[in-house]
């Protein structure tokens, strides 16, 4: 693997392990996303290599300007890529406390739904996240009709705050997670 780090995973779980995004994984990004139904929340209604190496070169970036991005999942000992789940530093545009703020997201092949995996990989993220960075604000943003986003979302301690409509667009459902009160 490249990347200049030990390509070693950097969390595991139970089940997973949580590995810093590498060039190498590119073909693997392309994979998890190449399916309709995987990426059916992800915005964009089909995904080229070009979109997923930029998403890839973002989330490197978040890594080194900010100490924390999105991890490749994957199941333990195992080399595909089933999931992609973190903390990104994140930069909407449309304001709505949506930008210049660190943002979670997740997204696990279908292959793999139904299993508790986005949920352990993304428990595991926060407890590192805080205590390495301390618990502060994180955002996210989750399709209106997404019920299974919104309920791990509220597991995970995030709560509603906005709505953002478009005519474009499904609307978003926009949710924080509050840190400590100074």
Not at 146 to 173: I, N
Request: charged share 25%.
């Amino acid at each position: 693997m490249t990347g200049g780090f030990d390509p070693g995973p950097f969390l595991t779980t139970e089940r997973l392990e949580l590995w810093r995004p590498v060039a190498d994984d590119l073909r693997g990004m392309n994979a998890l996303t190449a399916d309709a139904e995987t990426r059916k929340y992800l915005g964009q209604s089909e995904q080229s290599a070009a979109d997923t190496f930029e998403r890839l070169l973002r989330n490197a970036g978040s890594w080194t300007l900010y100490g924390y991005g999105i991890f490749i999942v994957r199941l333990a000992g195992e080399p595909r890529i089933i999931g992609g789940c973190g903390i990104f530093h994140s930069w909407r545009g449309f304001g709505m406390g949506m930008d210049d703020v660190p943002e979670a997201g997740w997204i696990v092949h279908k292959d793999h739904w139904g299993r508790g995996l986005a949920g352990e990989a993304m428990r595991a993220i926060l407890s590192w996240f805080d205590a390495v960075h301390g618990r502060r604000r994180l955002v996210c943003m989750i399709d209106q009709d997404h019920d299974v986003s919104d309920r791990l979302a509220r597991q995970l301690g995030f709560r509603d705050y906005d709505l953002r409509e478009t005519d474009e667009d499904p609307p978003l459902v926009l949710y924080e997670r509050i840190g400590p009160r100074p």
